[in-house]
């Protein structure tokens, strides 16, 4: 099994900026691609950022690119999300998740996922 734990979230202006955190552990776990999603009240959930561990690959949606950054900490088995230049339409419940493949990630479709952590911004 794969365990997901999130924090960091919590309530910011606009402008402002948040850091994320998910720690990773489990047997099962063996350097998975990781990434975050998003769900918006009355939306459906959707891709944020992924981030492989094996050279350190990066993908990101159109509307998060230039504010966010996800990086890794490989001692801590840890991923991170730095967002910055945050807006009101960034405000949902962050997803942490988990695949051994890549694709599923990218596709919205990981195996493994954190509880969520909300994150909300004030206009």
């Known amino acids: 099994q794969v365990q997901l734990v999130e924090s960091g979230g919590g309530l910011v202006q606009a402008g402002g900026s948040l850091r994320l955190s998910c720690a990773a552990s489990?047997?099962?776990?063996?350097?998975?691609?990781m990434g975050w999603f998003r769900q918006a009240p009355g939306k459906e959930r959707e891709f944020v950022a992924a981030i492989t561990w094996f050279g350190g690959l990066t993908y990101y949606t159109d509307s998060v690119k230039g504010r966010f950054t996800i990086s890794l900490d490989n001692a801590k088995n840890t991923v991170s999300l730095q967002m910055n230049s945050l807006k009101s339409e960034d405000t949902a419940v962050y997803y942490c998740?988990?695949?051994?493949?890549?694709?599923?990630?990218?596709?919205?479709?990981?195996?493994?996922w954190g509880q969520g952590t909300q994150v909300t911004v004030s206009s």
């Open positions: 489990g047997r099962a776990f063996n350097g998975f691609p």
């Open positions: 998740a988990a695949h051994p493949a890549l694709g599923s990630v990218l596709a919205g479709a990981p195996e493994y």
